[in-house]
């Protein structure tokens, strides 16, 4: 099975957890929006599919994933298809729903990231929103980080196989997708990230243990990953940060 | 199976999309937090079971479901294990992981619509967010509802079999959350839906459809059913609606 990603080209955003999760499988996959739209692929390609999709299937938004016949939207939808399929979930149905439930958590966190610096409407752009931006990142920084890390943290503490995966005892989709949290919260806020992290130090092994796998490093180190950016959902504006 | 539901007891909020399957199910369950602290039950055993759940699994925060042993959190991956078991979702797979699907994208639009009155932060009352709420709620009115409810009204045309549901041929709880949320934007917002209505009647009509149905007219009509608040998601503060 060839997967086919469709994402926004140009940055991370949501489709760098289903990146990480392809990547580390080691599976066979197609950018397609990152891919010429000569060759009947690039974002047109994405965006035809967006307007049709099999049996009625629409997508609200990107990303989405072709698996044959099927057309999946919402990113932790496809992590919770593609899980079994790649082996990075554990097998039995509770253990499935678990890793489900911490990765919407994720998304609820993810979604909170982009706000922090459009908390007014997407539609405008950052320069038009910044004193209020200024605000509400003050708020997530101080409550809402260390809620949520606070959180997984308590979550890997918990775990009856250790405190080294966040479901079971070996890695999961869920352990990469933490990565890419931390990585992202570590660019978009260094200064409060350093004064913060020492909080958490099962997650902070967990990160470090990811990017020395061997695919996940050859992958970061890859043409394949993008960068964080002032594109992306995480974003780092200095005076969004701790003074 | 009795399951328990544990949901803040007086606000609608994420639990009422639970509730709904609950009742259209005619399943038994307990709406635990609503019940006497004295017999074991109300908010306490509630904060109770978030401290220390069984196999570690955390729920981040209300709504979670006990279903036997197992502790079960975030709306729709309640609705996901509920589904099945309520009679509420297709058999096929392709079925479920559409219904949910669109079950988070329904997950996106609540979020924004709290983030309409609490735009800088949940910590903080609407009174000292106002100016920006209503900054907010003029973006979230006029581009987000628009954007959102257009994609509904699409994803039941395509329906291949027919525009009365979402999901197949049948109600499932992707429906009886489309109408909590046809009901939440009309309370919070009643002269802009006013406006607007015309322009979703599929959505009209599966909300009526869903409204009279025996199980679900005996809910609304009993008091069981908590009333929309300013307290709750969905809230109406009239200078945030258009004018």
Do not use: C
């Not at 992590?79 to 039995?92: E, I, Q, T």
């Not at 966190?109 to 922090?116: F, I, N, S, T």
């Not at 869920?174 to 990565?179: K, R």
Request: charged fraction near 25%; proline fraction near 7%; avoid cysteine.
């Amino acid at each position: 099975m060839v997967y086919e990603l469709y994402y926004w080209p140009s940055i991370q955003g949501r489709g760098e957890f289903i990146r990480l999760a392809l990547e580390e499988a080691g599976a066979r996959y197609i950018d397609v929006a990152r891919m010429p739209a000569r060759a009947g692929m690039g974002v047109p390609a994405m965006m035809r599919l967006m307007e049709k999709a099999p049996a009625g299937r629409l997508p609200y938004a990107p990303p989405f994933l072709r698996a044959g016949t099927r057309v999946i939207a919402q990113t932790a939808n496809i992590l919770l298809f593609l899980g079994p399929r790649l082996g990075l979930v554990p097998k039995a149905d509770e253990s499935r729903l678990w890793a489900h439930q911490l990765q919407l958590t994720m998304a609820d966190l993810v979604a909170e990231v982009h706000d922090a610096h459009h908390p007014i409407a997407g539609s405008l752009y950052y320069e038009e929103q910044k004193r209020e931006a200024r605000r509400r990142a003050g708020h997530f920084r101080t409550e809402r980080v260390p809620q949520y890390l606070g959180y997984f943290e308590r979550a890997l503490a918990a775990n009856p196989r250790g405190g080294r995966h966040l479901v079971g005892g070996s890695l999961s989709y869920v352990d990469l997708s933490m990565f890419q949290v931390l990585e992202g919260l570590d660019y978009a806020f260094p200064r409060e990230m350093r004064r913060i992290r020492r909080r958490y130090p099962l997650l902070m092994a967990l990160r470090q243990r990811v990017k020395e796998r061997p695919r996940i490093a050859a992958y970061l180190a890859s043409d394949r990953r993008l960068p964080f950016s002032t594109e992306g959902i995480f974003r780092y504006y200095p005076e969004l940060d701790r003074t």
